[in-house]
C-alpha cells in the first residue's frame, strides 16, 4: 500500500527565517513520482515540482529546495528567508507509475508572520 | 495556467437531492480526478477516469458515481446527498508521456454543502 506522511501539521515562522516541511513516503514500488503543491488562503493548487524515483539530485528554485532520499523515503522541502506571501499549505504527493492514482498528505499549513 | 473549469464554484443542498457536479478541461489530457478535501484529510481521492467512458474508484467512492462521455468532460454525481459530503471538491487533470507520469493541475474547486 502506498502511503504519504506529512508529520507537521501546522508551523509558524517569522518572516526571514528558513523552514523545512517534512514529507515521508511508503511503497514497494521502484517507480515512483513525488510531488510538492501549494495552496493558497484563495484556494487554488499549485504545481511546485515534480520528482521521479531515479533522480535523487536535488532542486534550488529561488528561495525553494528540496532534498530527496530514497534512503530514508523522504522528500523534505525547505523555504530560505521565508515571506508572508509563502504562507500556505504544502501538500506532498506520490504516484505509482502504471497505477495512476496519486496519494496525497494530510498538508502542512505554514504560518509566515510579519 | 491548465484550461480546468468546474461548475457549480458554489452550491448548497438538502439532504436526500441529487447534484452534479461538472469539470471542464481544455487541454486533452487523457485523466481526470475528483477529489474531497476536508480539514485534516488533504485530499481524498473519489473517482478518477483514464479515458472516454474509462473510469475507476478511489479511496472514497461511496456514495458518488462518475461519467465520462467526452474528452473534456468528467461529472461527479451524488445521487443522494448527505451532509457527510459537505465538503470542497477538486478536479484535476494529467497526462503521461514518454514513461513519464506528469503532474496534475487542479480546477478552481467547488464549495458544496448539504443541509
Known amino acids: 500500500a502506498q502511503k504519504v506522511t506529512q508529520a507537521q501539521t501546522e508551523i509558524s515562522v517569522v518572516e526571514k527565517e528558513d523552514v523545512t516541511l517534512d514529507c515521508v513516503y511508503e511503497?514497494?514500488?521502484?517507480?515512483?513520482?513525488l510531488f510538492w503543491y501549494k495552496q493558497p488562503p484563495s484556494g487554488e493548487l499549485v504545481f511546485l515540482i515534480r520528482r521521479n524515483s531515479f533522480d535523487e539530485q536535488n532542486e534550488i528554485s529561488g528561495r525553494y529546495s528540496w532534498n530527496f532520499q530514497k534512503s530514508t523515503s523522504s522528500f523534505n522541502f525547505t523555504i530560505t528567508a521565508s515571506q508572508v506571501v509563502d504562507s500556505a499549505v504544502y501538500f506532498c504527493a506520490l504516484i505509482i507509475y502504471n497505477f495512476n492514482k496519486f496519494y496525497f498528505g494530510s498538508g502542512t499549513k505554514l504560518n509566515v508572520k510579519p | 495556467d491548465a484550461g480546468i473549469t468546474q461548475s457549480p464554484r458554489h452550491k448548497v443542498t438538502e439532504t436526500g437531492t441529487p447534484v452534479t457536479l461538472r469539470c471542464h478541461q481544455t487541454?486533452?489530457?487523457?485523466?481526470m480526478y475528483w477529489y474531497r478535501q476536508d480539514p485534516g484529510h488533504g485530499l481524498r481521492l473519489i473517482h478518477y477516469?483514464?479515458?472516454?467512458?474509462?473510469?475507476d474508484k478511489g479511496e472514497v467512492s461511496d456514495g458518488y458515481s462518475v461519467s465520462r462521455s467526452k474528452t473534456e468532460d468528467f461529472l461527479l454525481t451524488l445521487e443522494s446527498a448527505t451532509s457527510s459530503q459537505t465538503s470542497v471538491y477538486f478536479c484535476?487533470?494529467?497526462?503521461?508521456?514518454?514513461?513519464?507520469?506528469?503532474?496534475?493541475?487542479f480546477g478552481p474547486g467547488t464549495r458544496l454543502t448539504v443541509t
Open positions: 511503497t514497494r514500488d521502484t517507480t515512483y513520482y
Open positions: 477516469s483514464y479515458g472516454v467512458k474509462d473510469t
Open positions: 484535476a487533470i494529467s497526462e503521461t508521456g514518454q514513461g513519464a507520469m506528469y503532474e496534475q493541475y
Open positions: 487541454e486533452n489530457h487523457r485523466y
